[in-house]
């Protein structure tokens, strides 16, 4: 029997929502129906977004060690609830439960963690000048937050947004992807079980043009944070102008991975192509166009096509380090399209292709896809695919290179792999992208995630995360100590 959470929670409480109307949220692995939710309507937003409101004045004041641990309090609750959050997470978008409790699951407990550290070293009043001269400056909580989740790494994003909201003083409403949103109702119960005042975090599960828009053209709402595709991010934008709210935006990306020859090409296509792989695919940041210098080109192929013919693919709930379904039938079929569109345009398939994985004709399977001898003018070259289909493009030179990368209406991470580290230091800074990763380093904990261009507006993470919330007082004439 599928789960029923047809509840929101606001102020405090879970009520029920003011017009009934019901979704079935699909498991993916094989089509059944995991949980029956509700739709809110602009109304329950209303309920919310008052809640947040009358929360907010108290919740501002409140001492900052005070908000701090209500946070950790969040963390520990979060810590026993754990194996209930990567079940969840597993069940609602396809992530195979390991892959679920070792990184789905991880992600949100590091980003409560990580906003937690970042209030420790965050200065919230300090003088503009070194020397203690000039202007005060005082960072203030910026209100009501909106924040807009998506389901592809569904904890990661709504802890990434709601932990420094609060940190900072901010009181929120919360709608989770109607797609995915059983983590975020868990993520809910665990605010409740860890105590934070009445109303300061509160959650509506709805659709875009009903809830989204209404949180986005709300008057009372004084920030929105959104995560998800480009097209649903201007939106936002269009209807946040009318109040002219500030607005967060982590949008898509069709991130270059740079490969040059005097790298170790095996284990950089290695890292490449199961990068892309990973989640199914279904990663903002996924580093989707393999740019290869012509020597090695070949190589490079070779080693990707073998890479994803050995990539497994099966049900979220079977252990193992295979990849699963993608979250739903119309993604599935978008996807399979576009694989045959690379086809028709010309590019070499090499591994995968648009038919089900042997075997799995039940769920939203995708077979892990590869080509080759790509042009960047083609659609799976320009296109955000968001499953497991890689396109590998050669160069001749870095020139080439650097104006390969920078050719697409995104900007939002990239990949650089070379021996030299004057070219590194080139390449790095000529890639017009929020993030570059070089060899394969691993980004560090609090460093700023966000994109230029059309992958959107601000950052977060780390203190970057805390000031998206934040706005900036300056005051002159502020008196000395006494």
């Given at each position: 029997m599928p789960t029923t959470k047809t509840d929101f929670y606001i102020d405090g409480a879970w009520?029920?929502?003011?017009?009934?109307?019901t979704l079935e949220v699909i498991d993916p692995s094989d089509e059944s129906v995991a949980a029956i939710v509700s739709l809110g309507s602009?109304?329950?937003?209303d309920r919310a977004v008052a809640a947040a409101r009358r929360a907010f004045p108290a919740w501002a004041a409140t001492p900052q060690a005070e908000r701090r641990a209500a946070l950790v309090r969040l963390e520990e609750v979060y810590k026993a609830r754990y194996d209930e959050m990567a079940e969840a997470i597993s069940k609602e978008m396809g992530a195979p439960i390991d892959f679920a409790r070792r990184a789905q699951a991880a992600a949100g407990l590091e980003e409560v963690t990580g906003a937690i550290a970042a209030l420790d070293r965050f200065a919230f009043e300090r003088p503009l000048n070194p020397d203690g001269s000039g202007d005060r400056l005082f960072w203030e909580p910026i209100g009501v937050c909106g924040l807009i989740t998506p389901w592809n790494w569904p904890m990661n994003q709504i802890a990434l947004k709601v932990a420094p909201a609060l940190a900072v003083g901010c009181t929120v409403v919360l709608k989770?992807?109607?797609?995915?949103?059983l983590s975020g109702l868990l993520f809910a119960?665990?605010?409740h079980e860890a105590g934070f005042p009445a109303g300061v975090f509160n959650l509506v599960v709805g659709d875009g043009p009903t809830v989204g828009e209404a949180m986005s053209n709300h008057p009372d709402i004084d920030m929105m944070s959104f995560t998800g595709s480009t097209r649903a991010g201007a939106a936002v934008m269009r209807a946040c102008a009318g109040t002219i709210k500030k607005v967060a935006l982590e949008l898509g990306g069709k991130s270059p991975n740079l490969i040059f020859a005097d790298c170790d090409v095996e284990a950089a296509v290695k890292r490449g192509t199961l990068a892309v792989m990973g989640n199914t695919g279904q990663s903002c940041n996924a580093p989707t166009r393999m740019l290869v210098e012509r020597p090695i080109y070949d190589k490079a192929v070779e080693v990707a096509a073998a890479i994803a013919a050995k990539t497994e693919v099966g049900p979220a709930s079977k252990p193992g380090r295979h990849i699963g379904p993608v979250v739903s039938e119309a993604q599935r079929d978008k996807i399979r399209n576009l694989i045959r569109i690379g086809i028709q345009e010309g590019a070499r398939l090499v591994a995968g292709g648009p038919d089900a994985p042997e075997g799995l004709d039940k769920g939203y399977f995708i077979r892990p896809t590869v080509f080759a001898d790509v042009t960047n003018d083609m659609t799976i070259a320009r296109e955000e695919i968001f499953g497991p289909v890689l396109a590998i493009i050669p160069f001749d030179t870095e020139e080439q290179a650097i104006a390969i990368a920078n050719d697409t209406p995104y900007?939002?991470?990239?990949?650089l792999e070379t021996g030299d580290p004057a070219r590194v230091r080139r390449v790095?800074?000529?890639i017009r992208a929020g993030m570059v990763h070089v060899n394969g380093v691993p980004r560090t904990p609090g460093a700023p995630f966000g994109g230029y261009k059309q992958s959107g507006i601000g950052r977060e993470g780390g203190t970057f995360g805390l000031e998206d919330f934040l706005e900036l007082k300056s005051v002159t004439g502020w008196p000395d100590p006494a």
């Open positions: 009520v029920a929502p003011l017009a009934p109307r602009a109304a329950d937003v989770p992807s109607e797609i995915a949103p119960e665990m605010i900007g939002l991470s990239s990949r790095a800074r000529a």
